[in-house]
C-alpha cells in the first residue's frame, strides 16, 4: 500500500511564493509518475505538473514559468510555486500513478491560499 503526505500549504500573499513536499511511503514495485493535481471550490480537480522517473516534466500552461516539480531518488516529490496569484488558490494533492498498470494513489491533500 502506497501513502502520500503533503506539506507545505498556507496562506500568501499574490506574488508571493511556497514549497509542498509529499513523502510517499510503502513498497512500490513498478516504474511510476509522481504529481501534483489542484482543486479549487466548485471546480474539478486539474493537473498542475507531473514528472517521470527519468524527470521528464509536464505542466499545466496556467502555471509554466512560475512552479517548478522536482523528485529526490527517496520517493519525494516537490512543487516550488512562485508568484502566486489568487486563482491559484486550491487544495493541492500529490499523486503517484504507476507507468504499467495505471492505478493512482493519492494524498489527503493541503490547502493553498492566495490573498491579500
Known amino acids: 500500500q502506497v501513502q502520500l503526505v503533503e506539506s507545505g500549504g498556507g496562506l500568501v500573499q499574490p506574488g508571493g511564493s511556497l514549497r509542498l513536499s509529499c513523502v510517499a511511503s510503502g513498497s512500490i514495485f513498478s516504474p511510476y509518475a509522481m504529481g501534483w493535481y489542484r482543486q479549487a471550490p466548485g471546480k474539478q480537480r486539474e493537473l498542475v505538473a507531473t514528472?517521470?522517473?527519468?524527470?521528464?516534466t509536464n505542466y499545466a500552461d496556467s502555471v509554466k514559468g512560475r512552479f517548478t516539480i522536482s523528485r529526490d531518488n527517496a520517493k519525494n516529490t516537490y512543487l516550488q510555486m512562485n508568484s502566486l496569484k489568487p486563482e491559484d488558490t486550491a487544495v493541492y494533492y500529490c499523486?503517484?500513478?504507476?507507468?504499467?498498470?495505471?492505478?493512482?494513489?493519492w494524498g489527503r491533500g493541503t490547502q493553498v491560499t492566495v490573498s491579500s
Open positions: 514528472i517521470t522517473r527519468a524527470g521528464r
Open positions: 499523486n503517484v500513478q504507476l507507468t504499467i498498470t495505471g492505478t493512482d494513489y
